[in-house]
C-alpha cells in the first residue's frame, strides 16, 4: 500500500511506546515501577460510574447530536461560566470523545500550510505531531527551569508575527507542571488582541489540579473570549481516562464548525458517557478535591526525594502530577537516561525529549502511583545513579 506523505509527519505520544516497553518487560519477570503514564491512579468516582450505568440501563445508546446532547452542553457551559465569572451558553460547547479532537479541529479549522503557531516547548507531544501533519510552520516557545517553566512575555512577543494564526497556552502545563502566571495574562492578551487572525488554544486540561490559587484563564481577559478556544476534559480530574470524554468552548461560530467536523470523524460522543459527564460535573466533588490533597503529598515526597540525589534538581510544580527534574548533572543525555533507569533499574520514566527539543537535560516523572512506589521508585533512581554520578 502507498500511504500519503503526510502520514510520515505524523508523530506519537511516546508515553504509550514506553509503558509498552515496560509491560514487555514485567512480562519477562522483571520488577517496573511505572512512573511513566499520564493518569491518576484513583477510580472514577461511584456516582459516575451508576450514571453511566443507569443511562445504559434506560436506552441511552444511540446517536446524539454532534456537538453532544443539551444536557452536558448545559453542564460545560455552567461550569466553565463560574471559572471565568461570565456568562458561557451551551450554543458554545462542543463535546468530543476526548480532549484530542478539539486540537486537532483547532488546527484544521484555522491553519493554512505554511502558517505559524507557537507553542510550549516541552509541551504535549501531540501539538508537535498534529502541526506537522496539517503542514504548519512549527515555532516553539521555549519554557525553562529557571522561571519555573512559566511562559516568558517578552520572548512570547517576540516570536508573535503577523503570519502567526494560532498561540498554544497549557495551564498546568504537561510535562513540567508549570503555570501561566495570572499577573502574565492582560499582557498576553494584548499581544493576540493586536493582531487581526491570531486565536489561542487554551489547553486547560489540569486545571482542576493545581496546589495552590485558582485557575487563570485566557479566555477571562477582556476580547478574548472571541479569540479563544478553551480545550477541557474529565480524563484527569475525574479519573477517566478511558472514558473518553472532553469538550471545547468557543465563539458560536467556531462551535458550529467544530461541530462540521465532529459530523465528518465521530459522528458523536457516546451518548450514556456523556451523561456520566453530567454526573461528574454537576455531583459531589469531594473525591477530586481528595485526589488533589493527596498529589500535594505525593508532589512534595518526590522533589524532596529528586532533589536528594546527586546530579537531579527538581522544583516544585504548581499544577497537574508530573515532575520534571533537571538531571544534566548526571552526565547523561535525557534519552540514554530514560532507557538506564528503564532497563537497569526497573524504573519506567521519560525522556524530556519526548516533549520537544527544549526537553534534552531533564526527564519526566509522574507522580500518579502510591507513596509506597514512588519511594522505591526514588530509591532505584538513586542506587542506579549514585555510580554514574561519582565517576
Known sequence: MRYADRMGRLGTETAFEVL???????????????????????????????????????????????????????????HIAARLGQPVHPDEVVVTPGAKPIMFYMFLAFVEAGDEVVYPNPGFPIYESMLDFVGAKRVPLPLTAKNGFRVDVDLLERLVTDRTRVLILNTPGNPTGGIVAPEDLPRIAQIVLRRKDLVVLSDEIYSRILFGGRHASIAAQPGMRERTVILDGFSKTYAMTGWRLGYGVMPKECAARF?????????????????????????????????????????????????????????????????FPDTTGTGLRSGDLANKLLFDAGVACLSGTCFGAHGEGYLRFSFANSPDNLREGLRRIRACLAPAVAR
Open 259 to 323: 461541530s462540521q467536523l465532529m459530523v465528518n470523524s465521530n459522528s458523536c460522543t457516546a451518548n450514556f458517557v456523556q451523561r456520566a459527564g453530567v454526573a461528574a460535573l454537576r455531583g459531589p466533588q469531594d473525591a477530586v478535591d481528595a485526589m488533589v490533597a493527596e498529589f500535594a503529598r505525593r508532589r512534595d515526597l518526590i522533589v524532596d526525594g529528586l532533589n536528594a540525589i546527586p546530579g537531579v534538581r527538581a522544583i516544585k510544580p504548581d499544577g497537574a502530577f508530573y515532575v
Open 20 to 78: 509498552a516497553k515496560a509491560k514487555k518487560l514485567e512480562a519477562e519477570g522483571k520488577s517496573i515501577v511505572h512512573l511513566e503514564i499520564g493518569q491518576p491512579d484513583f477510580p472514577t468516582p461511584p456516582h459516575i460510574v451508576e450514571a453511566a450505568a443507569k443511562a445504559l440501563r434506560d436506552g441511552h445508546t444511540g446517536y446524539t447530536p454532534a456537538p453532544g446532547v443539551p444536557e452536558i452542553r448545559e453542564a460545560v457551559a455552567e
